[in-house]
Nanobody
């Protein structure tokens, strides 16, 4: 089992930055791939960024060059640094852990609103 809790969301002006954190519990986290997904009202959940247990990263096209995902296995945490935020980045952001056996775990989400 993996339990995930996101934090760091909020209201930010266009062009600003936010750093999301995801605290994980459970011994499986260090061997799981981790990621951030987002969902805006009326839209499907979409990939933001993923990071493997070895640190290999992948980004959605809309956030490449602006967002950076990282993890600290010693702290059981994964982070998302978001720079140059745009109004279209407004969404609920969810942390995900994907275990080697194919199980998915999700956090409760944190809201990010980009608006002037």
């Amino acid at each position: 089992q993996v339990q995930l809790a996101e934090s760091g969301g909020g209201l930010v002006q266009p062009g600003g930055s936010l750093r999301l954190s995801c605290a994980a519990s459970g011994s499986l986290f260090s061997i799981a791939d981790a990621g951030w997904y987002r969902q805006a009202p009326g839209n499907q959940r979409e990939l933001v960024a993923t990071i493997t247990s070895r640190g290999n990263t992948n980004y959605g096209d809309s956030v490449k060059g602006r967002f950076t995902i990282s993890r600290d296995n010693a702290k059981n945490a994964v982070y998302l640094q978001m720079n140059s935020l745009k109004p279209e980045d407004t969404a609920a952001y969810y942390c995900n852990a994907h275990t080697p056996r194919g199980y998915d775990f999700w956090g409760q989400g944190t809201q990010v609103t980009v608006s002037s």
